[in-house]
């Protein structure tokens, strides 16, 4: 079946760049979207459509594309961002939303 | 603001039937598409199941699919997850979700019911 592959674990330090990849040969056909979520808590939406942000999220969140892998940047990077962070898109051909394993983001 | 209640959770053994139920609030619930998404205690974001606005396009995860069946009621606002022959794999937290209409996003998210199936 077809899966979105993203890194178990990435880390960061305060104040530094995190980039969390997603990759498919299926992305680029339908826009990816990113999810937050934090321990014991439900997923948060960070970024929709590739690269769109609800209002109520920081710009420190900002998505991409570039062929076949979709981005997630976080930049200027706090505490209060470590969590699980999982990329989603919706597959025509088998007419199943896909999610990925998700990634691990440690602050260190 | 948009809120989705889970309910109906429980421990039941292998084998049981189970009736998910979510209740939405501050949005025309008839206008969207829902979801479920379950999550296995420390495991990643599994979707379920899929209906649309009007309850006439339905899909299934392979995982589920003959044993799970989602509905939706507009009138009431609340949409619906049968769960048989439950199998201690599908013990997770399951999630009503909202998708969005633009992108097809999960824009808003309840805060879960905990499923255990265990003999």
């Known amino acids: 079946s077809y899966v979105l592959t993203q890194p178990p674990s990435v880390s960061a330090a305060p104040g530094q760049t995190a980039r969390i990849t997603c990759g498919g040969n299926r992305i680029g056909s339908i826009g990816v979207h990113w999810y937050q979520q934090k321990p014991g808590q439900a997923p948060v939406l960070l970024v929709y459509d590739d690269s769109d942000r609800p209002s109520q999220i920081p710009e420190r969140f900002s998505g991409s594309r570039s062929g076949s892998t979709a981005t997630l940047t976080i930049t200027r990077v706090e505490a209060g961002d470590e969590a699980d962070y999982y990329c989603h898109m919706w597959d025509h051909i088998s007419e199943h939303h896909l999610l990925g394993g998700g990634t691990k983001l440690t602050v260190l | 603001e948009v809120q989705l209640v889970e309910s109906g959770g429980g421990l039941l053994q292998p084998g049981g039937s189970l009736r998910l139920s979510c209740a939405a609030s501050?949005?025309?619930?008839?206008?969207?598409?829902m979801d479920w998404v379950r999550q296995a205690p420390g495991k990643g974001l599994e979707w379920v199941s899929y209906?649309?606005?009007?309850?006439?396009?339905?899909y299934y995860a392979d995982s589920v699919k003959g044993r799970f069946t989602v509905s939706r009621d507009n009138a009431k606002n609340s949409l619906y997850l049968e769960m048989n022959s439950l199998r201690a794999e599908d013990s997770a937290v399951y999630y009503c979700?909202?998708?969005?209409?633009?992108?097809?996003?999960?824009?808003?998210w309840g805060q879960g019911t905990l499923v255990t199936v265990s003999s």
């Open positions: 979700v909202r998708d969005g209409l633009v992108a097809g996003d999960f824009d808003h």
């Open positions: 501050g949005f025309t619930f008839g206008s969207f598409p």
């Open positions: 209906i649309n606005s009007a309850g006439k396009s339905i």
